[in-house]
């Protein structure tokens, strides 16, 4: 048997020149193609949450001038050659101001999906295990998921001044509790399956069930959870800005654009139209990029809201 | 039956203190001194520590918050630094434009959405149900805002079908006030309708698997019948939870569409006390909607034994 094998590998060997050529093209393009087939929402929006990111990093390099840039003698420009979207009511130029918002978006939907996922995944971590705290903490997490989160968003920034990073913690607070709810569930789950409970049998120290079987496990809800906290984020910033309890008015983000336009948008609507666009590109392609995971991925613990 | 319908209104106690507290502290920890503020600029600190003294502000944070939950408990929301007018006069003042933007708002959206999602399930997989569900993810993805400015735009601006902004009380008659509210109650009802049409399909689905569907189908009921009937009736449970859940979105977008559509609500309100850092009104209505919020959604839990009798406890 194995000296017929080493007999006719080099038969195999000489035979097999045909097939190269025409096997690594088919494959490659059925990689790519194949996967924006098998998962469109993930493909396209994708695509579009990359453009935005690169449209973000190179804001200066696309034919942007200075967004705080005051002209008072081009002011509300309607959109032309000199204006693509149009000057507001200072004669700044929406075009500049409506990319230099994309990086405010950001940062803003970046860092609070990283810091509520971080901070949902020790709380829920805590509550899954440390069994006297499960109660406590569960008991604060409905408190304040009773808060409806634009309202908790709100009272936060009334609190503080209006400052990029104070709507990232606002944001944040009121995001944690979901994130926290989805990792103790995950956590709990987990604790049942024959293989924690032999892992427990045969004396692993909690800290490294964790970290085998736990975290592990995690990463593909809190992937999508992240996204739906990405979207929720952009959101929640815009609406705050929009109505003056965000980012302060000297910085270019999207609900500014739109709080400036709000006075004169019967006249001049495109002031507000364009942030507006920008805006709701992102979030959709942001949501078809958590649905695509979700399907793809399956995890079952992941509702959005 | 009794003592669960007990038992889960006194679990919603611990649920409301933890946002009383947090509420609360939102006010203790903000900035200004109210003693420095009544005392004014002549002041000396005695006066401002005598003045402390008196309204009871250098006492303990639990004995405050316990002294300060007993007043809520009593319909005292506290007085408003800027109008010097009771929290709770305030809310009562603007109470009606939001109540009826939420009420005509959650109207529609059940009504649009629970048959779209039944559409959607039954027709699973072709184009309607993609139609439907596209719209669904659009509804997520489109902010309040911008749904609102546009509805506007076309409805209002362009084809000056309906009024672009404002209110009209409902003693004013009912058509004048319904106008005043179908654009904002559209836009506000757009993630509200996705969030229940999802729901009402995923659900549907699952339950249009079931055994009773193929019997009903086998003793001849029709496809209404069974869709609307025997699938919904199942569906129920689900559905409603998601009702109540999504009145979260409700109260945050109210806020946002009265600043559209120029309705003097709560909203307004809000984005008022914010602009001038009246802190106890916002206070005041983040407590008031929060437990709103918490009522709705206990109200629901005891809605599951009708809904669906083989719920025991």
Redesign the interface.
């Known amino acids: 048997m194995t000296d017929a094998t080493i007999t006719t590998a080099p038969d195999l060997i000489a035979a097999a020149p045909e097939l190269p050529d025409v096997l690594p093209p088919v494959k490659r393009r059925g990689g790519v193609l194949g996967f924006a087939r098998r998962h469109p929402a993930i493909a396209i929006g994708g695509a579009l949450v990359l453009a935005m990111v690169l449209i973000a990093l190179f804001a200066p390099y696309l034919g942007t001038v200075d967004p705080t840039a005051l002209a008072p003698t081009r002011r509300t420009r309607e959109p032309s050659a000199a204006f693509w979207f149009g000057s507001d009511m200072l004669g700044r130029d929406i075009y500049s101001r409506v990319l230099y918002g994309a990086r405010i978006s950001l940062t803003v939907r970046f860092s609070v999906a990283l810091l509520a996922s971080l901070a949902g995944l020790v709380i829920g971590l805590v509550s899954g295990f440390v069994r006297w705290s499960d109660g406590i903490i569960m008991r604060v997490m409905d408190g304040m998921m009773s808060i409806p989160p634009i309202l908790l968003a709100i009272a936060l920034m009334a609190l503080t001044r209006g400052s990029v990073g104070n709507v990232i913690t606002a944001i944040t607070i009121a995001e944690i509790p979901r994130v926290s709810r989805l990792v103790r569930s995950v956590v709990l789950s987990l604790r049942e399956q024959p293989y924690v409970d032999a892992a427990i049998a045969a004396g692993t120290r909690t800290p490294m069930i964790i970290l085998r079987h736990i975290l592990p496990n995690t990463v593909a809800p809190m992937t999508v959870q992240a996204t739906y906290v990405c979207a929720g984020a952009m959101i929640i910033e815009a609406i705050l800005s929009f109505i003056g309890a965000g980012t302060p008015p000297t910085i270019p983000s999207w609900g500014n654009i739109m709080a400036e336009g709000r006075a004169l948008w019967q006249v001049k609507p495109y002031i507000v139209f364009f942030p507006a666009i920008f805006l709701s590109l992102t979030v959709l392609a942001v949501n078809l990029l958590g649905d695509g995971l979700r399907d793809a991925l399956d995890p079952r613990f992941v509702k959005r809201l | 039956m009794l003592s669960y319908i007990i038992r889960r209104i006194v679990a919603t106690v611990?649920?409301?203190?933890?946002?009383a507290?947090?509420?609360f502290s939102?006010l203790y920890?903000?900035?200004g001194d109210p003693a420095a503020v009544i005392a004014g600029d002549q002041a000396t600190p005695d006066d401002v520590a005598r003045i402390r003294m008196s309204l009871g502000l250098d006492r303990p944070f639990l004995i405050r918050f316990g002294e300060w939950f007993w007043q809520i408990l009593h319909g005292d929301l506290g007085t408003s630094i800027f109008t010097n007018l009771p929290v709770a006069a305030l809310i009562a003042q603007r109470a009606e434009p939001t109540l009826s933007l939420m009420a005509v708002t959650l109207t529609l959206a059940v009504c649009v959405a629970v048959p779209i999602g039944v559409v959607a399930a039954w027709r699973a997989d072709t184009l309607i149900d993609r139609v439907i569900m596209a719209f669904a993810?659009?509804g997520?993805?489109?902010?309040?805002?911008?749904v609102g400015?546009?509805l506007a735009?076309v409805f209002a601006?362009e084809l000056d079908w309906l009024p672009?902004q404002g209110y009209t009380p409902i003693s004013e008659g009912l058509w004048p006030w319904f106008q005043n509210l179908i654009l904002p109650a559209v836009a506000l009802g757009c993630v509200y309708i996705a969030?229940i049409a999802?729901i009402t399909r995923a659900t549907m689905l699952e339950v249009l698997q079931q055994d009773y569907i193929r019997t009903a189908r086998a003793k001849g009921v029709g496809q209404t019948g069974i869709l609307f009937v025997h699938a919904l009736k199942n569906a129920a449970v689900p559905i409603v939870t998601?009702i109540g859940?999504?009145v979260?979105?409700l109260?945050?977008?109210a806020?946002?569409t009265e600043?559209?559509f120029a309705i003097p609500g709560i909203g307004r309100l809000?984005?008022d006390?914010?602009?001038r850092?009246d802190?106890p009104v916002?206070?005041g209505?983040?407590l008031m909607?929060?437990f709103l919020?918490?009522l709705v959604?206990l109200a629901i839990d005891l809605l599951y034994t009708v809904l669906d009798p083989r719920i025991r406890y």
């Open positions: 611990p649920v409301m203190v933890v946002v507290l947090f509420v939102l920890i903000a900035p993810v659009l997520f993805s489109v902010p309040v805002f911008v400015y546009l735009y601006l672009v969030l999802r998601v859940i999504g979260a979105l109260i945050g977008g806020v946002v600043t559209v809000t984005v006390a914010i602009l850092r802190y916002i206070q209505i983040v909607f929060s919020y918490v959604n």
